[in-house]
Every structure is written in C-alpha cells, then in structure tokens.
C-alpha cells in the first residue's frame, strides 16, 4: 500500500493541469504485481482533460494487464481527494476493489469500491445479469 501512495505522489509531480492548477497523482496495482502510476493531462478545450486515474488505469490496460486490485489517489487537498463519478466507473470495469484516498499531507482513507460507486451498471447488465 505504501508502495501505490508513492508512485501516486510521484505521479503528481507531472501533473499537466496549466487551467485548474489542481494537481492530482494516481497508481494501480494489477494482478501481474505491477504497479502504473499516472497524472491528471488537462487540454485547453477543457472537456477534454484526463483524470489521473484514468491516466493510470488505461496505462495498466495497454500494457497487458487484465485485472486491477487497488488504486491511490492523491492531491494536495485538507482532506484526502475522492475520485471524480466518471473514474469510478472506469475503475468498476477493471476490478479495483480497494481505492486509497490521500491528500499530500500523508492523510489517508480507505474505501471499499462498492462504497464509492454501489449498484453501479457493469458487464453484468448488458447481459440481462444486472441486480434489479
Ligand atoms: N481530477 C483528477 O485527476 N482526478 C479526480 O479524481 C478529480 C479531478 C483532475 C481533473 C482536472 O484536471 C482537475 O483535477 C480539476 O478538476
């Protein structure tokens, strides 16, 4: 876990966030051991920025990995940063179980993926396999 803050802080540190100035660092952890760190890249057509979630996660997957375990976050905030609704549900699809939610003052909150994102819509729905 110390290990996925870290790349997470590092990760920070390439921040592309020129507009917001809101600096955010992320790592996933998947099956294979490995971790993959990434940043937030914004864009001047600003609907086209990238959370740093994101930025880590589709790193994972195009290097191979088929399943993710865990994720950091972390931003310079009083209290530890929540992921955006859009990264949840990027998270859902991979398998992210445990989520650390950090701010840069070394504050820590763990969270369950079902508390973050509960009766999400997934693979399972597009099969009539849904919840409901
Ligand atoms: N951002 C992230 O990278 N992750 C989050 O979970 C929340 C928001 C980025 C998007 C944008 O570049 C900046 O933070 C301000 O919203």
Known sequence: MEE?????????????????????????????????????IENASYGLSNCAERTAIFK???????????????ADTPR??????????????FGINQVILCNSKGEQHVVAM??????SFNKNDLTGAGIF
Do not use: D
Request: glycine share 10%; proline share 6%.
């Open 4 to 40: 996925l803050i870290k790349a997470a802080q590092a990760a920070r540190g390439m921040a592309y966030a020129p507009y917001s100035r809101f600096q955010v660092g992320a790592a996933v952890l998947g099956e294979s051991g490995r971790i993959y760190s990434g940043c937030n």
């Open 80 to 93: 530890p940063t929540a992921p955006c609704g859009a990264c949840r549900q990027v998270m859902i699809e």
């Open 114 to 119: 079902n508390e973050l994102l509960p009766l």
């Open 60 to 74: 994972a997957i195009s290097e191979g990995e088929k399943k993710l375990i865990a994720l950091a976050v972390v």
